[in-house]
């Protein structure tokens, strides 16, 4: 059995195709292991579906499912597509709801489901959080620079709201965003929808326009914007490898 390896702005992902439907933890755990397994933040299974092009399975590193990852529909739309699974335009369905994406070369566009806002007043740490859902829960807190990300207030703020935390930043007309995730259980080089859920809350308060370049702790930039009521997220996919595996595990 061949698994793809999927680089989406700093997210990486193991994705591949079955027609078979079954929790899938164990594996996930498995094949994102870092040192034993392929390596990767998350796990992504796509499905036939007789609505949408696919339906996915989407888990993290640790097992747990995630009812959304930004950068994990990018690369599940790339892979789709390059496989003749769904045509460069498609829809596909995710715990969150359905996903609408493009793909144009190795540059790809998913729009997410609507945001919304879950608390806007939280205090911790010497600073206001706003809890935002843009398909998974992100907690969000403007600060003057990005710098230093304390993983220590991240992680207990992550414990007790189960959410995924992320500072942000404007810096020279980029909005920059660090990000500790939920189910890595630990910064990543960048998530989609926390990039997302930065930017929502940094145009509701005017900070941001309805367009934006934005750049996770990767280095990779972005494009975001506002659509109606959702957001889109526009950028980079690489497929980097294919793995083969010794078992099949269907
Ligand atoms: N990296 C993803 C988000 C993945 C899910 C998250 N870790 C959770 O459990 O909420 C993204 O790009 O959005």
Not at 92 to 109: K, M, R
Not at 132 to 149: E, N, Q
Not at 221 to 245: I, P, Q, Y
């Amino acid at each position: 059995m061949t698994v793809a390896k999927y680089s989406a702005s700093g997210n990486d992902f193991v994705i591949f195709h079955t027609f078979v439907k079954k929790e899938r933890n164990g594996l996930a755990q498995t094949l994102c292991h870092r040192q034993e397994g392929v390596g990767a933040d998350g796990l992504i299974v796509l499905l036939p579906h007789e609505r949408y092009d696919f339906e996915w399975q989407f888990y993290n590193a640790d097992g747990s499912v995630a009812a959304m990852c930004g950068n994990g529909s990018r690369a599940a739309a790339h892979y789709a597509f390059s496989r003749g699974l769904a045509p460069n335009r498609m829809r596909f369905l995710t715990g969150a709801g359905v996903i609408e994406a493009e793909v144009d070369g190795s540059i790809v566009t998913s729009e997410l489901t609507p945001p919304q806002i879950i608390d806007k007043n939280i205090e911790a740490f010497e600073k206001t959080w706003w809890l935002v859902d843009t398909g998974v829960p992100h907690l969000v807190a403007f600060v003057d620079k990005v710098d230093s990300f304390d993983l220590r207030e991240a992680r207990e703020l992550r414990r007790q709201y189960d959410a995924n935390v992320n500072i942000a930043a404007i810096e020279g007309g980029l909005l920059r965003v660090r990000t500790y995730e939920r189910g890595v259980e630990n910064e990543t080089l960048a998530c989609g929808t926390g990039m997302a859920a930065c930017f929502y809350r940094g145009n509701q308060e005017g900070k941001v326009g309805d367009c934006i370049a934005v750049m996770p702790a990767s280095g990779e930039r972005l494009e975001l914007a506002k659509k109606g009521d959702t957001l889109t997220l526009k950028g980079e996919v690489r497929h980097t490898f294919d793995a083969m595996m010794e078992r099949d595990f269907d």
